[in-house]
T-cell receptor, first 112, second 112 residues
Framework: GEKVEQHESTLSVREGDSAVINCTYT??????FPWYKQEAGKSLHFVIDIRSNVDRKQSQRLTVLLDKKAKRFSLHITATQPEDSAIYFCAASRNSNNRIFFGDGTQLVVKP | GGIITQTPKFLIGQEGQKLTLKCQQNFNHDTMYWYRQDSGKGLRLIYYSITENDLQKGDLSEGYDASREKKSSFSLTVTSAQKNEMAVFLCASSIRGHAEQFFGPGTRLTVL
């Protein structure tokens, strides 16, 4: 089955700087890539996704890039704020109807 | 909006005991999921149910049973609790054919 890897287990940035979280996947048939955020002591919630028909998607301060050839995708957060501090999970799926496979998460710490 | 509730919030059992975790959602979502989140790890799918009378095994179904009693509820049973399965169990739901999953607050399992 699909295996999703997140390369950074922790990432520390200064408030106002950008943060980039990188993920790779193994299944060439994967075509849907969501990102979830888990704040301390809370459950996960969806933040942004990208489908394989595009290579870039932006929503406010979040941008997701997809490189299908390299089987790599990334989450870019600009102008980071303390409330961005959380664990971010990337995931992959063959399509939005199917089960999704999660990475192990990246702990983002935004320092004042 | 809707909400997913999980009961109990904390579950303590003895090794070998049969334990049941419950999940309710009022989104009117078709699909429901059970995940296990080990400390510092991503989510692993235990069982999911696409619609009311459906049950699908995930990657970690051995040692667990699930039951979709009605559209709004999905239960997970640990058939014989083991110390190495102490984790947080997360329930989620989504509209069938739609990708975004909504997560409950979790049940933390401790096995003595």
């Amino acid at each position: 089955g699909e295996k999703v890897e997140q390369h950074e287990s922790t990432l520390s940035v200064r408030e106002g700087d950008s943060a980039v979280i990188n993920c790779t996947y193994t299944d060439t048939a994967s075509s849907y890539f969501p990102w979830y955020k888990q704040e301390a002591g809370k459950s996960l919630h969806f933040v942004i996704d990208i489908r394989s028909n595009v290579d870039r998607k932006q929503s406010q301060r979040l941008t997701v890039l997809l490189d299908k050839k390299a089987k790599r995708f990334s989450l870019h957060i600009t102008a980071t704020q303390p409330e961005d501090s959380a664990i971010y999970f990337c995931a992959a799926s063959r399509n939005s109807n199917n089960r999704i496979f999660f990475g192990d998460g990246t702990q983002l710490v935004v320092k004042p | 909006g809707g909400i997913i509730t999980q009961t109990p919030k904390f579950l303590i059992g003895q090794e070998g005991q049969k334990l049941t975790l419950k999940c309710q959602q009022n989104f009117n979502h078709d699909t429901m999921y059970w995940y296990r989140q080990d400390s510092g790890k991503g989510l692993r799918l235990i069982y999911y149910s696409i619609t009311e009378n459906d049950l699908q095994k995930g990657d970690l179904s051995e040692g667990y049973d699930a039951s979709r009693e009605k559209k709004s509820s999905f239960s997970l049973t640990v058939t014989s609790a083991q110390k190495n399965e102490m984790a947080v169990f997360l329930c989620a739901s989504s509209i069938r054919g739609h990708a975004e999953q909504f997560f409950g607050p979790g049940t933390r399992l401790t096995v003595l």
